[in-house]
């Protein structure tokens, strides 16, 4: 079986403020896009993050997506964080995220997971707490 990747795009990131403005580049309006904005909060004990790996899977269409920020690692990422997934406004239904917290060297040291509805054309607000990955792994 094979799955069918989620035209996602991985928006604004790690910003204090959410927004676009401005058309697409060619003198045309944006597409109209749903928006799900995530805070980031990170537990106590949780090794420093460089990245977040954003695995998004939409079950009305068995679409997945995995989307990184920031697309190379970088500085030290801080709890309270958001992100925002921008979706094209042909998508619809529920929208599963698990989010892995890596470190310095790309490993997963931190996980979290959550589930919320796509508002077509709207923005949506859901929080999620990365806590540390057992012996076992994330």
Known sequence: MTRARLPLILA?????????????????????QSVVVITVNISAGVPELHQIRVA?????????ADLYYPPSPGGAIQTGSTLAILIPTTRMGLLDLILYGLDANQTMVARGNGQTTIAVGKTVYTTITLNVCGAGGC
């Open 12 to 32: 604004v990131l790690i910003a204090f403020a959410i927004g676009a403005c401005g058309d697409s580049g060619n003198g045309t309006p944006p597409e109209p």
């Open 56 to 64: 998004a899977h939409l079950g009305s269409a068995g679409m997945d």
